[in-house]
């Protein structure tokens, strides 16, 4: 351990002249190269790739890097984007060095960037050939990739907006899905049932109509769609196997999820543009510039308690060499919660300003405050440093080091005597953004009621768990309630209705009279009426086995719940409906501003096409193993 301090201490101290001068620099050179220099270099490292010579286009590039870091900006997209574009032109030109090395500098542009991580494991992986340790890399690279495109908020928002999307809609259409199946299945005996409880004698017609106009009152009454189908799933309880049961509880279960989930996803949406996250965000981790700054001071304006706006506005500020602006703002942030974020900050205007007591003592509060944050250590290091404390700076450096080690050496391995590079700003938490983004504000409250009455209408969102809560009490007392109904079923062989209610001494069978006279050995059967009989069933038994064996051709997994195998159909189902609406918002549901080139890339829609051939080919070959299974035995005398 001792050791590693020494060497971060040599690597603080082989910066140079920097620190001899134990002065850090004044506003009006802070900014390093200025912005018009940097842009010309931008161009005249394209100019010269252009031309294949990349040592000297690297050189030019290495400037715009050194501007980024001068600006204090960690996260530039745009430059890493079109840095990853070139190194795929340099691959294909045959520029080997220049491809890998401009991904290098991608990185360095956008440290994280998901894309870079992306495409550092597809510049990998056709290396892989090359050696094992490639391929491995690939993979972990593409891991890396994954996982910043949710821990990255400037990603993640959007993604999380179109999964919740993606996962609340999916539900939605399995719901539906399996209530049709439900009334498919269980309608005739609803119909029956129905006119026992009306207890007139009506004719057929007249019956159908009254049970439509019952079960399709929802849309009558001008109701949300979910309405429908809850009703559907109730009505029909009483006649589902025991595997209906069990997924008509699950779904009505994951209802009460459903509020939460639609608030979720209203917050993210209007997260995307409002509640000041996005310019909160940029400030902190991003490319600023004078239109931010200004988005900002309008915000504060408007809402002067808001300490996150606070925050990130003395950040620019500070960043932009406004030091007094800076100073006041942390100053006034350092009253309100969070108030160590303030105070170290406080702290490096202070030491930007040549005011190193005030910036070492504002550090040591902060650190009192928030006793685990490196940053804060590694700034006194700094200002020990300054000071000529050598001892002192070390063991700052060496706490700072302890507890996190890979921050620590990025910014030794970037310090110069520019205020933004010299100690190591604050930033918002990603605890405090997502706080943030989660929040309830009247924009996304509207954005959620206005999805949640197209299902459930009449409901309040507010009261949203109470109602599904509701629901799922209801389906208690249904369950309760129908347990005396005797139970209504088809005949296996031929399908008749056999009803206990209405020829008692048939009982509640699995067959009806006719097919066990004419499937037992029965020498006193007319041969005539048992040669109809087996007609009746041949024509029966093949459209109950061909009919969800169609269906299934065309909604796989719906043929599983016909035929009752509702657990399966059910699974299949849902993956169904992810898969189509996954290709019909391929582009996503909001768009992906970061990832324009994921969305449309070719080799993602084979794949997607591939796995749905194979999960079609896999449901239609489960449905012809029912049909096998079940086909023989209904000729089979008994
Ligand atoms: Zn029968
Ligand atoms: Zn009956």
Same mark, same amino acid.
């Given at each position: 351990m001792g050791l590693l301090g020494v060497l971060v201490l040599l690597g603080a101290l082989a910066l140079g002249p920097s620190f001899g001068w134990a002065q850090p620099a004044s506003p009006e050179t802070q900014g390093g190269i200025p912005k018009e220099e940097m842009?010309?270099?931008?161009?005249?490292?394209?100019?010269?790739?252009?031309?294949?010579?990349?040592?000297?286009?690297?050189?030019?590039?290495?400037?715009?890097?050194?501007?980024?870091?001068?600006?204090g900006i960690r996260n530039h997209y745009s430059y890493a984007l079109a840095l990853i574009r070139e190194s795929e032109r340099a691959a294909k030109r045959e520029i080997g060095v220049a491809a890998s090395e401009l991904l290098l500098y991608?990185?360095?542009?956008?440290?994280?960037?998901?894309?870079?991580?992306r495409a550092r494991a597809a510049w990998l992986g056709s290396h892989a050939f090359d050696s094992f340790g490639n391929a491995a890399q690939s993979v972990w690279s593409w891991f890396q990739g994954f996982f910043l495109?949710?821990?990255?908020?400037?990603?993640? !928002?959007? $993604?999380?907006?179109?999964?919740?999307?993606?996962?609340? &809609?999916?539900?939605? *259409?399995?719901?539906?899905?399996?209530?049709?199946?439900c009334f498919l299945r269980h309608y005739s005996f609803f119909n029956h049932h129905l006119r026992h409880l009306v207890g007139l004698r009506i004719s057929p017609v007249p019956m159908m109509f009254l049970s439509f106009l019952l079960l399709l009152s929802p849309l009558f009454l001008d109701l949300g769609w979910m309405w429908l189908f809850a009703l559907w799933t109730l009505a029909f309880w009483t006649y589902g196997r025991w595997t209906d049961r069990v997924v008509t509880l699950v779904?009505?279960?994951l209802l009460l999820?459903?509020?939460?989930?639609?608030?979720?996803?209203?917050?993210?949406?209007?997260?995307?543009?409002?509640?000041?996250?996005?310019? !909160?965000? $940029?400030?902190?981790?991003?490319?600023?510039?004078?239109? &931010?700054?200004?988005? *900002?001071?309008?915000?504060?304006?408007?809402?002067?308690?808001?300490?996150?706006?606070?925050?990130?506005?003395?950040?620019?500020?500070k960043r932009m060499g406004k030091y007094a602006a800076a100073e006041q703002r942390f100053s006034l942030g350092a009253r309100l919660p969070p108030k160590g974020l303030a105070l170290?900050?406080?702290?490096?205007?202070?030491?930007?300003?040549?005011?190193?007591?005030?910036?070492?003592?504002?550090y040591q509060e902060a650190a009192r405050l928030d006793p685990s944050r490196p940053e804060t250590y590694y700034n006194l290091g700094q200002a020990n440093l300054l000071k000529l404390r050598m001892k002192e700076a070390e063991a700052e450096f060496q706490r700072a080091k302890g507890l996190e080690p890979a921050k620590i050496s990025y910014h030794t391995g970037i310090a110069s005597k520019n205020p933004n590079r010299l100690v190591m700003d604050r930033t918002l938490d990603p605890g405090r953004v997502w706080e943030r983004v989660l929040v309830p504000s009247a924009e996304s409250d509207r954005i959620a009621r206005s999805f949640w009455e197209l299902l459930w209408k009449g409901i309040p969102l507010d009261h949203g768990e109470m109602g599904m809560a509701a629901l799922l009490g209801l389906l208690g007392l249904v369950h309760l309630g129908s347990r005396r109904i005797p139970v209504i079923r088809h005949c296996e062989r031929c399908g008749t209705l056999i009803c206990p209610l209405c020829n008692p001494l048939r009982g509640a069978g699995i067959q009806c009279l006719p097919c066990q006279n004419a499937f037992t050995a029965n020498p006193a059967a007319d041969l005539e009426v048992v040669r109809k009989k087996r007609g009746e069933v041949a024509r029966y038994q093949t459209r109950v086995h061909l009919l969800p064996q169609r269906i299934s051709w065309i909604l796989p997994g719906m043929g599983h719940l016909m035929r009752g195998r509702s657990l399966e159909g059910i699974v299949y189902l849902f993956v169904l409906t992810l898969m189509a609406t996954r290709f019909v918002w391929w582009e996503g549901w909001v768009p992906l501003p970061l990832s324009p080139a994921a969305s449309r890339s070719v080799s993602g829609l084979v794949m997607a096409g591939l796995l749905f051939l194979l999960f079609y080919g896999?449901?239609?070959?489960?449905?012809?193993?029912?049909?096998?299974q079940e086909v023989k035995s209904h000729f089979q005398r008994t």
């Open positions: 842009e010309k270099a931008w161009f005249a490292h394209r100019e010269i790739l252009e031309k294949g010579d990349w040592e000297r286009s690297r050189a030019e590039l290495e400037k715009v890097y050194q501007w980024k870091l001068d600006q991608a990185e360095r542009m956008a440290p994280d960037f998901s894309e870079v991580k495109s949710f821990a990255n908020p400037d990603e993640a !928002i959007p $993604r999380l907006a179109n999964l919740t999307f993606w996962l609340l &809609l999916s539900f939605f *259409l399995t719901f539906a899905a399996f209530s049709f199946s779904l009505v279960g999820l459903l509020p939460a989930g639609v608030r979720f996803h209203a917050s993210l949406v209007h997260s995307l543009t409002g509640k000041g996250v996005p310019e !909160i965000l $940029r400030a902190n981790y991003g490319a600023w510039d004078e239109e &931010l700054y200004q988005k *900002l001071l309008s915000m504060n304006r408007e809402k002067p308690e808001d300490a996150d706006v606070l925050m990130a506005l003395g950040l620019v500020e170290h900050n406080l702290g490096n205007v202070f030491l930007a300003t040549n005011r190193l007591e005030m910036a070492m003592e504002a896999f449901v239609q070959y489960r449905m012809e193993c029912i049909r096998l």
